[in-house]
T-cell receptor, first 115, second 113 residues
Framework: DARVTQTPRHKVTEMGQEVTMRCQPI?????VFWYRQTMMQGLELLAYFRNRAPLDDSGMPKDRFSAEMPDATLATLKIQPSEPRDSAVYFCASGLNPLAKNIQYFGAGTRLSVL | GQQVMQIPQYQHVQEGEDFTTYCNSS?????IQWYKQRPGGHPVFLIQLVKSGEVKKQKRLTFQFGEAKKNSSLHITATQTTDVGTYFC?????????????FGQGTTLQVKP
């Protein structure tokens, strides 16, 4: 059963600490997306990779957020230093573009609380 | 910029009643997708519509893509408690070749047993 795997599922940290979230996309998928979901903003696209290359991170606060894809099986999203306003659910999604016509498969998410 | 709007934001229905959510795009879309997110869960792909005026059914769910390919609707007949969740529509962000999607804000459905 192919699925996107995200770790950790929950993270509670103190303001100023570094947070690293990991994502294993579905094997063979060539696009990876990082989203942030809050009640106020809904689903916000933070970063987008295609064939491991970062193509769009315009939705990401550059001063504290960074996204990388060191290999085809791992994508990471880092926040340093974290702030309370970063508290949200972070989703990773993968897809096969253009063959799969933009359909995205989401992981279970990382629920982040910054105190 | 490009926008996708959904109405209503929330809907409470009695079990057995029908439910409809509407999605409107500021731009013509090459396709539109619908996702469902259960409470505490993650968005799950439901369906994709591609053709102008297309109608697709999944059991009690009926999806429609407008003639101008700028709007869509999801209709649930005789809701059940298992239908509870947030329904999102999404269309290609910018060029459809990028794989990026723009999501509506979602419609949250509550079903009273």
């Amino acid at each position: 059963d192919a699925r996107v795997t995200q770790t950790p599922r929950h993270k509670v940290t103190e303001m100023g600490q570094e947070v690293t979230m990991r994502c294993q996309p579905i094997l063979g998928h060539n696009t990876v997306f990082w989203y942030r979901q809050t009640m106020m903003q809904g689903l916000e696209l933070l970063a987008y990779f295609r064939n491991r290359a970062p193509l769009d991170d315009s939705g990401m606060p550059k001063d504290r957020f960074s996204a990388e894809m060191p290999d085809a099986t791992l994508a990471t999203l880092k926040i340093q230093p974290s702030e309370p306003r970063d508290s949200a659910v972070y989703f990773c999604a993968s897809g096969l573009n253009p063959l799969a016509k933009n359909i995205q498969y989401f992981g279970a998410g990382t629920r982040l609380s910054v105190l | 910029g490009q926008q996708v709007m959904q109405i209503p934001q929330y809907q409470h229905v009695q079990e057995g009643e029908d439910f409809t959510t509407y999605c409107n795009s500021s731009t013509t879309l090459s396709n539109i997708q619908w996702y469902k997110q259960r409470p505490g869960g993650h968005p799950v792909f439901l369906i994709q519509l591609v053709k102008s005026g297309e109608v697709k059914k999944q059991k009690r769910l009926t999806f429609q893509f407008g003639e101008a390919k700028k709007n869509s609707s999801l209709h649930i007949t005789a809701t059940q408690t298992t239908d509870v969740g947030t329904y999102f529509c999404a269309g290609p962000r910018g060029s459809s070749n990028t794989g990026k999607l723009i999501f509506g804000q979602g419609t949250t459905l509550q079903v009273k047993p």
